[in-house]
């Protein structure tokens, strides 16, 4: 299926107002392109629980940092198209940048809470108030019923999910399993950057993660096995930002025993940032 393409927001508003009236529900799933297999998936769900689905596409500036990938972030607009067509995305919508940042646009949405977990927003401290401000756009101009969202952005999911609620956006998020690679490694629009031997040591990085939450359900506690996996981790020659045990809802530290938990963790390898995070 050939999906519709949509560039400003008036021609979105025009095919949604016409599934609204048609009585049909529809799901947005936001991405910056690179589509892979990741992405496809969202896309498959969300045809699960609506009738209609619509991704996105938009390199979101504000969530760069001025050192950051954002020039060179890959960009394949027909490839995107064509993969979100055979996906069965039913309409693909790619602002110009006008129609999510007009000149004069001058509103951040800024949350605490999981957004100030000192996972990703210590190391990328601008990161979350440019998602929470595009995904709060899009949420609105796409006026979606569900939100599609992979956990390997694990934070990002709470974090939007936590907004949602807060601007009684009338949206349901749906966190998605991550989709990986055969040998483990999470899906991701940057893992075109890893050189071949570095892409073999990625590997590392899931199954370290896997290690240490199976030793949390061992017995062993939360902050020996963090560390074990970050040992592990610098010793195949990664840089590690952190790798920690966090509540998998509130993503605080954990408190007792019983409640549920999420290891997780952001590494260098060479140039290419690699986060992932598996469930205890
Ligand atoms: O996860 C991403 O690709 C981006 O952070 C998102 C949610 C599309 C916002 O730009």
Known sequence: MKPK????????????????KDGLSYAVVPTMGAIHSGHTQL????????DRVITTIFVNPRQFAANEDLAKYPRDED???????????????????EEIYPAGFCTTVSLAGPAKAGLEDKFRPQFFDGVTTVVAKLFIQTGADYAMFGEKDYQQLKVVTQMARDLDIPIEVVGIPTVREEDGLAKSSRNVYLS???????LAIHSSISHAAERIRGGLDTQSAAQLATRTLMALGFQVDYVTVRNAETLAPPQHRD???RVIAAAWLGKTRLIDNVAV
Not at 5 to 20: D, H, M, P, Q
Not at 43 to 50: D, F, I, M, S
Not at 196 to 202: G, I
């Open 196 to 202: 071949k031997q570095e892409r073999q040591q990625a």
């Open 5 to 20: 393409l949509v560039r400003s927001l008036a021609a979105l508003r025009r095919e949604t107002a016409r599934w609204r």
């Open 79 to 97: 490839g995107d198209v064509l993969k979100l067509g055979k996906a069965g995305s039913h309409l693909v919508y790619i602002p110009e940048p």
């Open 259 to 261: 409640e549920p938990l």
């Open 43 to 50: 896309v498959t769900e969300g045809l699960k629980r609506a």
